[in-house]
């Protein structure tokens, strides 16, 4: 499985991004899919999960701005992120999994599959 991040970019606080997440490769298995990020000297935070069955689940400094979502006919995995703050200048990683769900989906040491990451920058 592959992962290819794009969307990044820079923005003003209270601006809007879409990231998205194009999966190749195994994409007939079920997977569980993520979205973390990492700003320098720390560690990485997950941002948004979700499942094989279709359940979400977000970190508790993105609930209410960001929406995560897939559209399974084009193997790939949104992050729509509304009301931007300074603190989410990130580096924004997809990640997968196969299962249809997983225990910890917040933890970054869940899933083997990983994007090269897209910059958001907001100022």
């Known amino acids: 499985v592959q992962l290819v991040e794009s969307g990044g970019g820079s923005v003003q606080a209270g601006g809007s991004l879409r990231l998205s997440c194009v999966v190749s490769g195994n994409t007939e298995t079920s997977r569980c899919m993520a979205w973390f990020r990492q700003a320098p000297g720390k560690e990485r935070e997950a941002v948004a999960t979700?499942?094989?069955?279709?359940?979400?689940n977000y970190g508790d400094s993105v609930k209410g701005r960001f929406t995560v979502s897939e559209d399974h006919a084009r193997n790939t995995l949104y992050l729509q992120m509304n009301n931007l703050e300074s603190e989410d200048t990130a580096m924004y990683y997809c990640a997968a999994i196969e299962g249809l769900y997983v225990g910890y989906d917040l933890v970054a040491g869940t899933y083997t599959y990983w994007g090269q990451g897209t910059q958001v920058t907001v100022s």
């Open positions: 979700l499942n094989g069955i279709g359940s979400k």
